[in-house]
């Protein structure tokens, strides 16, 4: 489906890199080890966890790396059709019983990184669309990206200026899948929806991670951070903070796939060669990851043979 740089399609996975940026400013000389991250266990901050449970033992630096071993039926096939108030979150999580102990594997986790934005609220006393914001959006001019305010709904919605820009989503089959500027989630409560951007905002956020723009010395140290690997998935892949790593033979690729069954998108780069690319779909469950890869060699390969 056709969009253009002022349309905002629904951005699934964008929410996890600004709420990392956002805590990797707010903490980055708390992050304990390489390996191990910040070693606060996130019941300090969301104090209705039972500690002496499973879920007690579950580190921030864990969920920003999918190490906790965290995963509910909302995190892989099949989807369920249910989800979650905040107080049934919490239950779930204090009724959770870990297979492993906390810190020994790599499990994507969505329910993970929710809980991590949840511990960002509390720690700092503000809702998490305003800390990425303050924190992120505001510095680089991202003004088309938004996570949608706390209001009288179970998320927030889109004020009507940015729903006008909202695309429709649809199903992989072509299906319209909620309305434009809706909030598909799991989750009900502020902060959870989807968050929405455009390709001009998503362009200046892959650039000024790869360092070609005039970023502050905190948040361009941050954005460094985030691109370090600090565990090792398999042969070929590395989990860094919320991005993730290819490497091998060819150029390393840092990326990022992010997918809703209305959407679908991708952001990868290498940063040593100073290329990216951002692609935006507003069809569930595609897979421009394989694309986006495919481009970035061939860019690398073309700029080889012509150096």
């Keep these: ?93 204090n009724a959770w019983k870990a297979d492993k102990t906390p810190g020994q594997q790599h499990l994507y986790t969505h329910a993970g990184y929710v809980l991590l934005h949840l ?83 998503m362009a200046v956020f892959l650039a000024a991670n790869l360092g070609e723009l005039p970023v502050e010395r905190s948040l361009r140290e941050a954005m460094r951070l985030a691109q370090q690997d600090v565990w090792t998935i398999g042969p070929r892949n590395r989990q860094a903070l919320a991005w993730e790593v290819l490497v091998g033979d060819a150029p390393t690729i840092t990326e990022k796939y992010g997918g809703l069954n209305n959407a679908s998108a991708y952001i990868g780069m290498m940063p040593r060669r100073r290329l990216g690319i951002v692609i935006l779909g507003n069809r569930g469950n595609q897979y421009p990851n394989e694309v986006g890869r495919r481009i970035l060699l061939e860019l690398a390969a073309f700029r080889r043979v012509r150096a």
């Excluded at 253009?4 to 990392?20: V, Y």
């Excluded at 901050?45 to 007690?56: A, F, M, N, P, S």
Aim: glycine letters at 8%; charged letters at 25%.
């Design 119 to 201: 511990a960002l609220e509390r720690r700092y006393g503000t809702p998490i669309d305003e800390l990425i914001e303050q924190r992120l959006l505001r510095p680089l001019a991202m003004t088309s990206t938004v996570l949608p305010r706390q209001d009288d709904s179970a998320r927030g919605r889109l004020a009507p200026e940015h729903k006008r820009r909202a695309v429709q989503g649809y199903s992989d089959e072509g299906e319209p899948i909620g309305e434009q500027g809706s909030q598909e989630s799991y989750y009900h409560w502020p902060g959870t929806g989807q968050m929405y951007s455009s390709a001009r905002d």
């Design 1 to 93: 489906m056709p969009t253009n740089g002022r349309s905002r399609p629904t951005r699934c996975s964008i929410s996890l890199r600004c709420a990392k940026c956002s805590r990797r400013r707010c903490w980055r000389r708390r992050w304990a080890t390489a390996n191990s991250g910040s070693t606060t266990p996130v019941a300090k901050y969301v104090v209705e966890l039972d500690r002496d449970g499973d879920i007690g033992r579950v580190t921030l630096g864990q969920l920003a790396t999918h190490t906790s071993g965290l995963l509910l039926p909302q995190d892989h096939p099949p989807w369920p059709d249910w989800g979650y108030t905040l107080p049934e979150f919490i239950r779930t999580l």
